[in-house]
């Protein structure tokens, strides 16, 4: 039976068939955010502080565990189900949702994504043991991960190895390196880097990339440098430095040489920060449409509906939020590891869409709704500021989008100019 009742809300990412359990979790969100985190999310951005007070409401709702597998006592949500909540979540507080991407995509990725990477037996029955330790962290103790892979080289964006590296040690391994952009600095209890296996051949390989859970408290790890960014600045996305900081043998979240291959199975695992800015979209255009109609609350209800200029923008604003809608959600439903060529370019398409098409959309909120529209006290001008950061995220940033896209269209694989 159908249990969930039907929602009372559009969600962000549109009118579309749910099974009972995305109708339930949707709900969770959108209460969630209607009455804690959008109320909030001025708090974070003015002081440019971490959203704790949401992270906990997270964790007492269950759904810092939403993408553990039931079986290890979470939410046991899909990839799709979870782009969904957090497209909602995303419509509330952008850097409420940005972060806890960063955390659920430690879990997704050593769980749903990672039973479609193939392994060796060896590799899956290691994999098995070491993640029930890393979930029963986030299940059991609401454990945060944070996940600091930029370095400000090519690394990040996949094109070279990482600068950070492991050594094999008795027991565990020797880390250095350093990090930047580290969303949860300060706030993570577990920061899950991907650094380069140090071999001692001086000959790093972006195939002997590993994936560790470093703890915050690790003897040699340090969060440094000034935070103080145009938007997303609750994510408080610092400097992170690591110092002969030994990790042991459990903290790897991958077994050796799989991250590699996941990275090239399961493409869609770096679309999952789309949804925080088809959220943001979302708002950007609700907002336009209470303002026009002289709904917003504490402001005079002044009415600019009737305007056809305003009118016509606000028909702009929702064709474009009907594709961001529609190429995303095309995009969530057939993710899957090994996709067709056509799958891989639309994926790339929808993040294109998604992070330019969120600032058009808020670019027009501000125009149509006029120089009041942008006072501090209105979300509006947040939204704006929020929504630029969505196109600078590598590995998919809006530029690399647009180089694979036409590299991938001209080029066959392995194929070359003489
Ligand atoms: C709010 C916010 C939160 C963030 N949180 C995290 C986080 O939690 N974890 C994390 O790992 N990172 C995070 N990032 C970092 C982000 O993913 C990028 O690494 C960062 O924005 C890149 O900044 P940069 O100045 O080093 O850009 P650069 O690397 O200098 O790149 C500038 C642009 O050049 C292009 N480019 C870069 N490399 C290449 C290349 N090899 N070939 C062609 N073009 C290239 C890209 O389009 C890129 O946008 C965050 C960023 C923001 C804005």
Known sequence: MDAAPALSFTPAVGDMALS??????????????????????????????????????????GLLALCVPQADGGGGADYATYMMV?????????????????????????GVLADGIPMTDAQRSEHARRRTLHFARVVKDGAIYAQPFSEGSAAAAGRAPFGTTARKVEGGWL??????????????????ILCTEDKGDAHPDARDTLYLAVPANAPGVAVSGDWNPLGMRGTVSRNLSFKDVFVSDDEQLMP??????????????????????????NAAYDFT?????????????????????????????????????????????????????????????????????????????????????????????????????????????????????????????GEKDE
């Open 175 to 192: 880390v250095n390196g350093r990090k930047i952009f580290a969303s949860l600095s300060g706030a993570a209890d577990y920061y899950g």
């Open 256 to 281: 050796r040489g799989v991250y590699y291959k996941g990275a090239q199975t399961w493409p869609a695992m770096f679309f999952t920060l789309a949804p925080t800015y088809l959220g943001i979209a």
């Open 20 to 61: 009972a359990q995305q109708r339930s979790l949707l709900s969770l969100a959108n209460e969630l955010g209607r009455t804690k985190f959008a109320p909030r999310a001025h708090l974070w951005d003015e002081a440019a502080s971490f959203p704790m007070a949401n992270f906990d409401d997270l964790r007492d709702a």
């Open 86 to 110: 957090a497209a909602e979540i995303g419509r509330f507080c952008g850097a409420t949702a940005l972060t806890w991407n960063m955390h659920i995509s430690s879990t997704m990725w050593t």
């Open 289 to 413: 449409v209470a303002y026009l109609r002289g709904e917003i609350a504490g402001e005079p209800p002044v009415k600019r509906r009737m305007y056809p200029t305003k009118q016509i923008a606000v028909a702009q604003m929702r064709i474009q939020l009907e594709n961001l809608k529609s190429i995303f959600v095309r995009s969530i439903q057939e993710a899957r590891p090994q996709p067709s060529a056509d799958e891989r370019m639309r994926l790339y398409a929808a993040q294109y869409t998604v992070m330019e098409g969120a600032n058009d959309i808020a670019r027009l909120a501000i125009r149509t709704c006029g120089g009041q529209s942008m006072m501090k006290h209105l979300p509006l001008e947040r939204l704006y500021r929020d929504s630029r950061c969505g196109s600078l995220m590598l590995p998919w940033t809006a530029e690399l989008v647009l180089d694979r896209m036409g590299r991938e269209t001209l080029y066959r694989p």
